[in-house]
């Protein structure tokens, strides 16, 4: 176990200060400080995150550092979140980490979130199985949705993508519009076990291919509500658990009518789901069902892995450090990255 890399990881790309330290795909500690500030304004205010961020990244770092049971000069080498991203957020963790490697004389590595969102899959207890290649991924986040092909650990094809707002995006604003508080995703889906998925109907957007539309069904979400509480003031109140339960069951039917069309068409049957959205119940119920009919396999990771976090982080890192793919001090933080 000695003689295997230990790479410390730090996420910053949107309000959640991570690090993570791993070795042999192992994960020997994982620390989050999440921002509670965001809430009372019913979304991410970027410059009270990069704050944020400057006030959490050192004490993230030691605990991560601690809970590993290492000292700092075992470190291999330094990853970081180099984007997509908040820029503030992104440049409080390149900067730290630039420091960081420096100082320790280790390597520096950058990440793209979306590729460690994916390759979350590959850390040693995210799943029973890691998939094998190619496979097909739906990542779905607050700020993304994408079906991805993963033909090896770096050689990925976008199939498919918002061309609007993300899935994440579409439960946050229908939160809103019910007066839940934010974020509004794990609401919905605690309530959502309470009601009835089909009391109400909510046309779906018809996109060609593989791209998906969520502009609409927020807007149509929207002007629903307004309607029905124009002719009764308690229409919310009475129909809150059937209504979340319809918006999920909309979302969800979205997403894994577009996931199964991508698999037949390119006859890959492994499908995995990345991103945190892929923590909604019904969205994971729904790929155990896909698995149990026998013509698919597919791959759930833990909670721990789902939302932003640096574990993913670390693991992209100890890919990349095995293939001496490495970065320097003049990597600059982007906001957009490719695949």
């Known amino acids: 176990m000695t003689d295997f890399p230990i790479i410390l990881g730090i996420e910053s790309s949107c309000d959640d200060t991570a690090s993570a330290v791993i070795q042999n795909n192992k994960i020997l500690s994982n620390v989050i400080a999440n921002q509670k500030v965001h809430q009372s304004y019913g979304g991410v205010v ?12 050192v004490p993230v770092v030691n605990e991560a550092i601690k809970q590993a049971g290492i000292s700092k000069d075992k470190i291999s080498a330094v990853a970081y979140t180099r984007g997509p991203g908040l820029m503030g957020s992104l440049l409080v963790g390149s900067s730290f980490a630039k420091s960081l490697s420096a100082s320790l ?18 850390i040693d207890d995210a799943n029973e199985n890691s998939p094998d290649f190619p496979f097909l991924c739906l990542t779905v986040s607050g700020g993304h949705t994408q079906i991805v092909k993963i033909n090896d650990y770096f050689e990925m094809e976008l199939l498919g993508e918002t061309i609007d707002d993300a899935a994440g995006e579409a439960f ?12 509004s995703g794990p609401i919905i889906d605690k309530l959502a076990k309470e009601g009835n998925p089909d009391k109400f ?22 002007y629903f509500i307004q309607k029905e509480v124009k ?49 909604n119940s019904e969205i994971r119920n729904r790929l155990n069902e896909l698995a149990k009919s026998g013509n698919y396999k597919t791959f759930v990771p833990k909670f721990e892995y789902t939302t932003d976090n640096a574990a993913m982080i670390a693991m992209v890192g100890q890919l990349k450090f095995e293939r001496s793919i490495f970065a320097d001090s003049t990597s600059k933080s982007v906001s957009k990255y490719t695949l």
Not at 201 to 222: C, E
């Open 172 to 183: 946050d604003k229908a939160g809103k519009v019910l007066g839940l508080d934010y974020p």
């Open 105 to 122: 004389d280790v390597p520096l590595i950058e990440i793209n979130h979306m590729q460690a969102h994916i390759l979350a899959h590959f």
């Open 231 to 279: 002719e009764n003031p308690d229409f919310i109140e009475e129909n809150l658990n059937d209504l979340c339960a319809s918006i999920q069951k909309t979302i969800v039917d979205i997403l894994m009518e577009k996931i199964i069309a991508a698999s037949e068409k390119s006859g890959i049957n492994q499908i995995a789901i990345a991103g945190g959205v892929s923590a």
């Open 201 to 222: 109907k909510f046309s779906k957007p018809k996109v060609d291919g593989f791209n998906f539309s969520f502009s609409g069904l927020k807007t149509a979400i929207l």
């Open 46 to 57: 970027p410059e009270l995150a990069s704050r944020a961020h400057q006030q959490n990244i």
